[in-house]
């Protein structure tokens, strides 16, 4: 697949496939990001292996100046994802019938720049390409997260608090891309 170039006011972005040598600095950047926004919530004992869940059907990563500064995954449905279900009980299609955008972080030195949009874009194509509809949780928490789903169109399915663990309960948004 060929990269996606987008020109900004200084240096041109590209997005592309991940491959396994991209996950370190995805990891590094995932760390940033930690540190600055809290995301993930709860740091995977195992970074490397949370990018890469069982369930994934593709990962991209964005670059900018020959570094890698943003991830995406696409996954299918898989335990703990509430959106699926809500899109299977508005468009009747079964929670098969999606396909679920993950692990978007853009290192917080890049961001202003159209990245995470970039990866939206690649991963909502790579869904409908293979005849799924998009759809993700977010934490409720994560306000700036939220505003860009809304800015790029995604339609909020419905809000649910989740027990993550027996001390930790947390609110999630629900979105669906637009039909």
Known sequence: MTSDEVSGADTPLSARRR???????????????HQRDGYPVNWPDVPHTWLTPPSLLAAWVAERDGRV?????????????????????????????????????????ARGHGIAALLMARAVGEARHRGLHPVLDVVASDTAAVALYERLGWHLLGTVDQQWSPGQRVTVRCYAAAA
């Open 69 to 109: 500064v943003g991830h995406v995954g696409l996954s299918r449905s898989g335990a703990g994802d509430v959106a699926p279900g809500l899109w299977d009980a508005r468009a009747g299609v079964g929670v098969d019938g999606t396909a679920v955008v993950n692990r978007l972080f853009v290192a917080p030195s």
């Open 19 to 33: 491959t396994d040598r991209d996950l370190g600095d995805c990891v590094r950047v995932l760390a940033q990001v």
